[in-house]
């Protein structure tokens, strides 16, 4: 059998990849765990099901290759998987559980947890974090339910396992998440010196900064090419609501920041739009701070859904993604978004 540390070094061979000594160093642990569920399953009356591998918390900062390195594992890994980013994941177990309630399940986790533990032996989640108290509260049931069911789980975060959900109401509530978390994966930080997203060409001039006369008129002619000069409203069906997008046309969305961060939106229409786009043109990004709180938060898991579903961003900010959120709570966090952002001004973004 292949192991993932001879994929890795071909690809490096082929000049596909970097090599890099910091992921070189964690690859053991995919094959570790690819080993293990490689193993057949004897069967006996009185045999015992092995005991599932650990699986593996894969922490560090922004554009090391925590993700590629995960895509890789998920390629041939060679068991039932899921790749899923954790906001949608955890926007389908919250649909799952109001679905089971209203059905009057009493104990509407438990089934929505098991269906998901019988089709899948490992879960592979893109960006864990948790801001959200609903997702905080569900979560531990959720992977105690997973783990007893033998569901390996690989994970990414830019934040180590005690940081999750910090300073999040109600925190000591989740505190046994993190013990379960410690128990049943590895924790690994990833430490490159290098951002592969950073490094990346920009291409094409998709991100147009400050905002003035002449930016606008290049977003005007940049949705009159991809338009023809047509439109029509978008109008997206989220949970019994409506939201509702000013311009669509051929897959190509114009929207400004206003209409889609300014309102009270969340994960599930963002990863709606990002379902139904291929194109979103975004205006008007402001600064963002204490100010604007709120619909920074917005702004980031709007980021986040455009990024996972690889749909092409076409934008004009007041300034550049690394000094648009400079200042107050959400710093932290926004370093991901603004690497994203430079990520996504690459010449062949969203067309592969």
């Known amino acids: 059998m292949t192991h993932i540390q001879d994929i890795y070094h071909a690809r490096v061979a082929e000049g596909g990849l970097h090599a890099d000594m910091a992921q070189q160093a964690v690859l053991p642990e995919f094959d570790r765990i690819r080993d293990a569920l490689s193993q057949p399953v004897k069967k006996g009356l009185f045999r015992k099901a092995p005991e599932p591998p650990k699986g593996l918390y894969l922490w560090g900062g922004v554009g090391r290759g925590k993700s590629m390195l995960m895509d890789l594992f998920v390629d041939h890994v060679g068991v039932p998987v899921r790749r899923v980013h954790f906001h949608a994941f955890m926007q389908e177990i919250q649909d799952g559980i109001h679905a089971a309630r209203q059905q009057g399940i009493e104990d509407s986790l438990a089934p929505v947890a098991q269906r998901v533990a019988k089709e899948v032996k490992v879960l592979a989640f893109d960006e864990m974090q948790i801001t959200d108290i609903t997702d905080a509260m569900i979560v531990g049931r959720l992977f105690e339910i997973l783990f007893q069911a033998g569901v390996v789980v690989v994970t990414t975060s830019n934040r180590i396992p005690d940081d999750l959900y910090k300073n999040g109401l109600n925190r000591q509530l989740f505190l046994p998440f993190i013990d379960i978390l410690k128990q049943k994966m590895v924790v690994w930080e990833l430490i490159s010196p290098r951002d592969y997203r950073q490094n990346r060409l920009q291409g094409a001039e998709v991100y147009f900064t400050p905002i003035n006369a002449e930016s606008r008129q290049k977003i005007r002619e940049v949705w009159e090419h991809l338009s023809g000069g047509e439109a029509e409203k978008l109008v997206l069906k989220v949970k019994g609501r409506d939201v509702e997008i000013p311009q669509f046309r051929n897959g190509v969305a114009r929207a400004s920041f206003y209409d889609l961060c300014g309102r009270m939106l ?84 969203g067309l592969s």
């Open 266 to 349: 969340g994960a599930g229409d963002y990863l709606a739009l990002a379902e139904a786009v291929k194109v979103l043109i975004l205006e008007d990004i402001p600064r963002l701070g204490r100010s604007n709180f709120n619909e920074a938060k917005r702004f980031v898991t709007l980021i986040d859904a455009l990024y996972e579903a690889q749909v092409r961003l076409i934008c004009s900010a007041a300034d550049t993604p690394e000094s648009l959120y400079i200042e107050g709570e959400g710093v932290f966090e926004f370093e991901r978004t603004a690497s994203r952002l430079r990520e996504m001004q690459a010449e062949d973004w």
